[in-house]
């Protein structure tokens, strides 16, 4: 009986202990649990934190931005893959691109300045076209947030020495210089033709191949060379996605691009975009490039060949369709011995099927006439008249193309923004009058607003930024102010008011553009 009673005393502290701990396990099982959890949630947290891009954005300015550039911001991420599968069995350009894998790619912005001034623009225009420029550049990039755009820049000025002189200002607002000789003295040019007659070539004539040097860009995986007469209106991230992209990302950029001939076949590898110029090109005849936009994969070794394709000279003088480069018919037109001419002959030639032609009314846009309808490239009773000078059943019409479907302006047929003119008329080619033979006048107006306003949204930001009563000095004209808002006192270059702001704030200008 003891013993039964000393076990039956054993069974109940154990069933008591066992209780205990089974309210015990109650209790801190589930605390586990939760902690286990609350320590998953901070480590993911945490690792977010640290996976996440911090790109530091530059100051918003209280301006009114276009309504281009208020976007939805893009997908984010950009990965450079630049697999070389060339048809010219070239080498892949040895590029030196330093960047972090959370950083914005950064793009070459570059201009050629090669002398101070000339007939169509003062040494004050040129110097206000650079600054315009400039801002537009930075406006369409990853700095300025409303933009929607993920990539980052920087800026260069490939001066020709002739015109050091006038530089320091292009450095003041953030171009950084480069000092060059043109590639190739015209003494050197074998071939006859060629080298006696290159000098006269439209503004430059051999000096223009100074913005060959872009090619020498390589810490930048692409390089984006325009005349100085240029503005950006909108983001190049499917140009460049389409570049630096294999994968699906390059894919859906290369489906929205507009092209010249939407039919055509994308060459495995994009190594350049350009534009013809159609407006001056004849039935029958070869167009040549639009030398004043060029996107290009950097590469000294295609700088090598070009230069030596120019040391060669061979040029056919005459107007039939064997003349010009290599006797292939880029030749009889304007800048055809120069960088129109030049770059045509060598990217159909040595670099066929590596470039991509652009639609030329959204790229470099001139609101040029791109059907046979204007004079006097062709017989007003040819059987083309009417037709689209690319040969193609249908191209869309450059002089009414929407302002917000166009990516850039190219400044040439509806004259300079710094000549303030504002008139037209059916005449030929005058100083103070827009062509109405080839561009629409009320279309002119519309691409010279986009230029001064991106001036009057650079004056506005530097007033923030300074508050120099100076710069108010240049927005006091009266001529069409909806078009040139204050900029021009009346029509005519001479009357053109330029940017004007006191020495000592111009250096800050770069405060504009802090890099991210």
Not at 28 to 50: H, Q, R
């Amino acid at each position: 009986m003891q013993r039964q009673t000393r076990l039956s005393t054993r069974r109940g502290a154990a069933s008591q202990r066992a209780n205990a701990v089974g309210w015990i396990l109650w209790f801190i099982v589930p605390a586990v649990v939760s902690c286990a959890a609350l320590l998953c949630i901070l480590s993911f947290v945490l690792t977010l934190e640290n996976e996440t891009p911090s790109l530091e954005t530059p100051q918003e300015f209280s301006v009114s931005l276009p309504k281009n550039l208020i976007e939805r911001p893009k997908e984010e991420g950009t990965k450079i893959m630049m697999k070389s599968t060339r048809s010219d069995n070239r080498e892949p350009p040895k590029q030196i691109i330093s960047q972090r894998h959370d950083e914005p790619i950064v793009i070459a912005y570059a201009i050629s300045l090669i002398k101070c001034g000339d007939f169509q623009s003062s040494t004050a225009g040129l110097q206000d076209a650079a600054l315009v420029l400039k801002h537009s550049i930075h406006q369409t990039s990853v700095r300025n947030p409303h933009s929607g755009s993920q990539y980052d820049y920087k800026a260069y000025a490939i001066v020709h020495r002739q015109a050091e002189k006038c530089a320091q200002e292009l450095a003041d607002a953030g171009y950084e210089l480069v000092i060059r000789d043109p590639p190739v003295d015209k003494s050197e040019i074998r071939g006859e033709f060629l080298r006696k007659k290159i000098h006269k070539e439209w503004c430059c004539g051999a000096d223009e191949f100074v913005k060959l040097y872009a090619y020498h860009l390589t810490e930048h995986p692409i390089v984006v060379h325009v005349d100085i007469d240029f503005v950006f209106h909108q983001p190049m991230d499917d140009l460049f996605d389409a570049m630096l992209d294999t994968g699906e990302k390059g894919a859906l950029a290369r489906s929205r691009i507009p092209r010249e001939r939407p039919n055509e076949m994308w060459p495995e590898t994009v190594n350049a975009y350009m534009t013809r110029d159609w407006g001056q090109v004849m039935p029958g005849r070869k167009a040549l490039f639009q030398a004043g936009f060029l996107v290009v994969r950097p590469d000294p070794s295609v700088f090598d060949q070009i230069v030596e394709v120019i040391k060669e000279g061979h040029y056919v003088e005459g107007f039939s369709r064997n003349n010009g480069w290599g006797g292939l018919g880029y030749g009889s037109l304007v800048g055809a011995m120069a960088a129109q001419g030049l770059i045509a002959y060598v990217y159909d030639t040595l670099f066929n099927n590596t470039w991509v032609e652009l639609n030329q009314c959204r790229y470099n846009h001139m609101g040029m006439d791109v059907l046979y309808r204007s004079q006097p490239s062709f017989r007003n009773k040819h059987p083309k008249v009417g037709k689209c000078r690319n040969d193609l059943d249908y191209c869309e019409d450059c002089q009414v193309t929407d302002i917000e479907k166009i990516y850039n302006i190219h400044y040439t047929q509806c004259r300079k923004p710094w000549n303030c003119i504002g008139e037209g008329d059916s005449t030929a080619f005058e100083k103070s009058s827009i062509p109405e033979d080839s561009v629409k006048l009320d279309h002119c107006m519309e691409l010279l607003t986009v230029w001064h306003s991106m001036r009057s949204s650079l004056e506005t930001q530097l007033y923030e930024l300074t508050g120099d009563e100076v710069i108010k000095q240049g927005r006091l004209g009266t001529y069409k102010n909806q078009v040139f808002q204050g900029h021009c006192k009346a029509n005519g270059q001479s009357h053109y008011l330029p940017l004007s702001m006191k020495p000592e704030y111009r250096k800050r200008m770069k405060e504009l553009y802090k890099q991210m």
